[in-house]
């Protein structure tokens, strides 16, 4: 498909992350506005609650988009889905009747606060790259049993929290925690110093569930992609984590970026999932492409210096696809709410330059990563993380926009914990 073209002249460049052929859904106010729900083309925010407030964009009986979330809409279903994309494309087309009125309803991106863009009902965290499980478990354990038995066979995942989830922009603090470090005879509480970030995509269901539902159902719940950063406290996480897997270690913060990018708008960069080195079982084969060519990259620039691009890697690479992993975690009954949200796994590249994590970037901090002005083997304080993607059309680009966050200090250990 190529660019479809928007009297928004800057939807119009190749370098956007937002043309007409995007459309993806936040959550803005501008100075004292209440936040309410907004569509990114170029360099503007389409207010759709003023439109919907003008009989301009008419989806229900009732407004959905007055409101800080898009859960609302969502809940409308994929028709609406559908003919929410119908109405808003032919409003910002070149050549749109309707444009002088609509112009009134672009606010300028630059001057715009972003918030969460839906209400996070659940959120689960899976562990679906083969090259990160790989490289994690030859490093917590040993080359030969890297890979868990059942991690060719199961989507492996764990149930995080709701309250973890913030917006790109959010400053994260280094947390505090229970540490061993390796040859210590007791543990000790204080601050993490081995803070760092996963590179991932967060899938959006925008539809619920009661009851075990099939891989192509399951496709057909989600309701778009958002880049998500899953801060990882590793010499916590390294303590804590068996038997029941990671706990306070990844409870600090996941960070999400501002725009939900609709699967409609992903549609033409399905990819299928790579082969498969052990069948799996029928319930989790795909019925056609469910993964995505979405190029990623990771910048790291500290508190006072220059960004350093310190991996690339794509989406595409996954072992396990959303779907696989949302029919997965419905099979034992387990229902699942409009606003879950669904975290990939860590995406590494098979080369040291692609993989997604500081932990792997540095092998356990054993060969530091030079970066601009020094060098990381984990994420040091006031250093800011920013995850970046887009799928590449033919003249154009489906971005997410920036997914950041930047690193304070940690608090002083409080009395009570000397
Ligand atoms: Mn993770």
């Known amino acids: 498909m190529p660019l479809m073209k928007s009297w928004v002249e800057s939807a119009n460049l190749a370098s956007t992350d937002f043309p007409l052929n995007n459309l993806p859904c936040g959550v803005f106010s501008v100075a004292d506005d209440a936040p309410r729900c907004g569509v990114a083309i170029g360099d503007f925010i389409l ?5 919907e407030a003008e009989g301009l964009l ?186 029941l897997g990671p706990f306070q270690a990844k409870a600090t913060a996941t960070t999400i970026s501002p725009w939900i990018v609709m699967k409609a708008a992903l549609e033409p960069f399905r990819v299928p999932t790579p082969a498969r080195e052990v069948p799996l079982l029928p319930y989790l084969r795909e019925p056609g492409p469910m993964l995505y060519d979405i190029a990623l990259e990771v910048g790291l620039t500290p508190e006072a ?56 970037l540095s092998w356990g901090g054993k060969e530091p990563l030079p970066i601009t002005g020094g060098s990381r083997s984990f994420i040091e304080d006031g250093d800011t993380i920013t995850l970046r993607g887009h799928a590449a059309g033919d003249g154009y680009r489906i971005g997410f926009g920036d997914c950041a966050g930047r690193l304070l200090a940690a608090k002083d250990l409080p009395d009570w914990a000397k």
């Open 58 to 243: 008419s989806l229900a009986d009732h407004p959905v988009f007055d409101v800080p979330f898009w859960n609302e809409f969502m809940e409308l279903g994929s028709e609406a889905w559908a003919d929410f994309r119908t109405q808003v494309t032919a409003m910002l087309a070149e050549g749109a009747s309707k444009r002088w009125i609509v112009e009134d309803h672009l606010v300028p991106r630059a001057g715009a606060t972003l918030h969460l863009p839906f209400l996070i009902s659940e959120y689960t965290d899976f562990y679906a790259g083969r090259n990160h499980a790989f490289n994690v478990g030859s490093m917590f354990r040993d080359p030969e049993n890297a890979l868990p038995p059942n991690w060719l066979h199961i989507p492996i995942g764990y149930n995080g929290r709701a309250s973890s989830v913030v917006v790109s922009g959010t400053d994260v603090r280094r947390p505090l925690g229970q540490l061993k470090p390796p040859g210590a005879d007791v543990p000790y509480f204080g601050p993490s110093k081995r803070f760092d970030f996963e590179l991932e995509m967060g899938a959006v269901v925008g539809r619920g569930s009661d009851g075990p539902v099939s891989v192509a159902e399951a496709d057909a719940m989600i309701f778009g992609y958002v880049l998500l950063n899953d801060w990882s406290a590793r010499d916590i996480q390294a303590w804590e984590y068996q038997p």
């Open 305 to 360: 210096g220059a960004e350093t691009v310190i991996t690339r890697t794509n989406y595409a690479q996954m072992y396990y696809s959303a779907p696989q992993q949302l029919c997965h975690h419905t099979s034992s009954g387990c229902a699942m709410n409009i606003g879950d949200l669904l975290g990939s796994g860590t995406i590494s590249g098979p080369i040291r330059e692609s993989r997604g994590s500081l932990l792997e």
């Open 47 to 51: 207010d759709v609650a003023a439109l």
